[in-house]
């Protein structure tokens, strides 16, 4: 009885700091439930605190709980907060490949058959697809301009004989004439199978399909998943969609977040009318509005309001200095006049971190590079290849691969090498020890989340990752295209290289690429919380000429908004005291809100002496004070979130990746349930 009172207690405490919509969201009853979430609106924070409080309530069993994300990344953040806010059950959280993968995974292993392995090398295999189709004389391809096409076909369920007419009606300008490129769709499609390869498009259609032809095989997946989640509901497209709408069936436990302003992935086949329309197609849906804003000020609202034809948002920020919009007379002057505004920025931030250069597309970011460089600003480009495709990484995968081995302990050598080397080492062995550790906190992850882990099925998950950003978090000015920006956020944010061809891209023709050009620089205006400049230049080299350039068409409107707010003071703006003074008021207003005691009697706790038990066991073994083994703030939270995978263990306080590969297995054998 009082442990279900305590949990009553854990549940209610997440509604402490909520405001008034976000409230609704979390505990809203009806469903569906579609959350309406603007930029910087606490979407993350509503989304994990309705599903803890839910689990918590015993209304939902948090291992029939699918929350889909669309990165690793984001499935891992949202983990995190999980164990953070008292569910101590794990909940399934992942991409749809991961989920379709895993599905599979299982779906032929009871049935015996041997997985079709994943495409690996996509261009190579497209390369002898379009030699076979050009051999008629046609115009040759652009591979990566062929794959990207061949991914918005899919994407929306377009197949070969529909597509010159799809491509036409959609304004796509393929590589090759529409014929041809329906031709290439087809053959790729046909060799695939010849070969017995899939490729990530495929995992969603198998999965669907093995539910649409199997019903009873669709009622066991569907007994497994009960209760659906999905985070940025305007970037699912229709492949995505049908197969949700699979795992789905004619249940209402469904709850989406979207922000219509933010759909940016169009090109890539998403399609935003699917949260757009989601009351036509949902009747009994709730519809719920969060136009509060907890990250800019209201300077860059203003700004941001004038992309937008929705109501402007209202923020709990604190104001700041007004944006600026500044020309400049060649692409070389406006990169080192960014190059110098971030020196001024950092003198007063004490943070490269704290700052990002804002690009449409990554060629701009070549020459800012530079100037930063040159200047000697440590800078980072986001979204680069990162450790996954270094010579070691490389090597790590091929011999993971194989059947047999077991991934725990992989995991375990693999942090042993990746501990710091004692003494002077070359830089090369340090960017190889942080390449290792970043890919052992790859295969944790991945530990976390399969329940029969093997090497294949590792390399097969770790496949599914696109994107994901492994490089250390040093201090550095972030450098990245709009798109990459996407879901961060810094106090000073400096948007170039704003002219026409640019933003909007020059290939942006029909009113929907148009109109998504300008959400795409809503976007990366919302990437700033305190300090916005946005500059172009009059003229850019591109190759061996320089051209004339004009300033993007968004700049007037955006420029009557800065005219309205004033002039940006001329003396240092201290940006920094302004946003610690916004966050700490908002933090305030958490610990104002009411909450109940929720505190465990811990001293008490049957678990918390078997951990203290233990660590002194082996304190005394190893002759080191038993702080060494686990220190207090870590045992107490240990005993308090009772975690049931390593992924759970390793996100808390005091859970260091050594102790981690060290003492893990042991604290969840302590930690697991008692039958």
Not at 191 to 205: I, N, P, Y
Not at 460 to 479: C, Q, R, S, Y
Not at 559 to 569: E, T
Not at 632 to 660: M, N
Request: charged content about 25%.
């Amino acid at each position: 009885m009082a442990s279900e009172l305590f949990t009553r207690h854990e549940a209610d405490a997440l509604l402490a700091g909520l405001s008034e919509p976000q409230l609704r969201a979390v505990i809203c009853e009806q469903g569906p439930v579609v959350v309406i979430a603007g930029a910087g609106s606490g979407k993350t924070r509503v989304l994990s605190r309705r599903i803890a409080r839910r689990c918590l309530n015993e209304e939902t069993d948090p291992r029939r709980v699918m929350a889909v994300t669309f990165t690793r990344k984001a499935a891992g953040e949202l983990q995190r907060r999980l164990a953070t806010v008292g569910l101590r059950d794990p909940v399934a959280a992942g991409t749809f490949h991961s989920f379709a993968l895993m599905q599979l995974r299982s779906r032929w292993a009871d049935r015996g058959i041997e997985p079709p392995p994943l495409l690996q090398n996509r261009f190579r295999f497209l390369s002898g697809v379009v030699k076979r189709v050009g051999k008629g004389g046609e115009k040759r391809a652009d591979l990566s301009a062929v794959s990207s096409e061949i991914d918005w076909a899919r994407a929306r369920l377009v197949d070969a004989s529909f597509y010159p007419q799809a491509a036409v009606e959609a304004g796509r300008t393929p590589p090759v004439p529409v014929n041809q490129m329906a031709a290439i769709l087809d053959d790729y499609q046909n060799q695939k199978r010849k070969r017995r390869v899939v490729d990530f498009d495929d995992l969603l259609m198998l999965a669907t399909r093995d539910m649409r032809n199997d019903s009873r095989y669709a009622d066991a997946v569907r007994w497994r998943y009960r209760h659906f989640y999905v985070d940025e509901f305007q970037d699912v497209n229709p492949l995505q969609y049908e197969l949700l709408s699979t795992w789905r069936a004619n249940r209402d436990d469904l709850f989406v977040v979207g922000d219509p302003n933010q759909a940016i992935y169009g090109w890539n086949g998403a399609d935003p009318n699917l949260l757009a329309r989601f009351m036509a197609r949902e009747p009994k849906a709730t519809v719920i509005e969060l136009r509060n804003n907890y990250r800019s000020s209201p300077q860059i609202l203003s700004l941001a309001g004038a992309l937008t034809s929705s109501p402007p948002m209202t923020t709990e920020c604190s104001d700041g200095p007004a944006p600026t919009i500044t020309a400049h007379g060649d692409d070389r002057a406006e990169a080192e006049a960014i190059a110098r505004r971030a020196a001024e920025a950092y003198s007063i931030a004490g943070s490269w971190s704290d700052q990002a250069v804002l690009v449409r597309t990554n060629a701009q970011l070549v020459i800012i590079e530079q100037a930063l460089s040159g200047l000697g600003i440590p800078n980072r480009i986001r979204g680069g290849s990162g450790p996954l495709a270094t010579p070691e990484i490389k090597a790590e995968l091929k011999a993971l691969d194989r059947q047999g081995i077991n991934v725990s302990v992989a995991l375990d050598d693999l942090l042993d090498r990746s501990l710091p080397s004692q003494g002077s080492v070359p830089p090369s062995e340090i960017e190889r020890k942080a390449n290792l550790a970043a890919f052992a906190q790859l295969v944790g992850d991945y530990l976390a989340t399969d329940s029969e882990p093997t090497g294949p099925r590792l390399v097969a998950w770790i496949g599914t990752l696109v994107n994901e950003d492994l490089d250390a978090k040093a201090d550095a000015v972030e450098l990245a295209t709009f798109h990459a920006a996407k879901g961060l956020e810094w106090p000073v944010v400096h948007l170039a290289g704003l002219e026409e061809g640019f933003s909007p891209i020059a290939y942006a023709k029909t009113g929907a690429q148009l109109a998504e050009e300008k959400r795409l620089l809503y976007v990366a205006v919302t990437r700033a919380e305190a300090e916005l400049h946005l500059t172009w230049a009059m003229k850019r080299t591109f190759g061996d000429r320089q051209a004339k350039r004009q300033p993007s068409p968004y700049l007037g409107a955006l420029q009557d908004v800065i005219g309205r707010l004033g002039v940006a003071p001329r003396h240092r703006v201290d940006w920094r005291s302004g946003l610690a003074r916004t966050r700490h008021n908002y933090q305030q207003a958490i610990r104002r809100a009411p909450k109940p005691n929720t505190e465990r009697p811990i001293d008490d706790d049957a678990v918390y002496q078997s951990l203290r038990q233990w660590r002194r066991a082996r304190a005394r073994a190893a002759d080191v004070p038993d702080h060494v083994i686990l220190p207090d703030q870590a045992l107490r939270a240990v005993a308090k979130h009772r975690p049931q995978s390593i992924g759970a263990l390793g996100a808390l306080p005091g859970i260091t990746p050594v102790r981690l590969a060290r003492f893990g297995n042991d604290i969840l054998q302590l930690t697991a349930p008692k039958s």
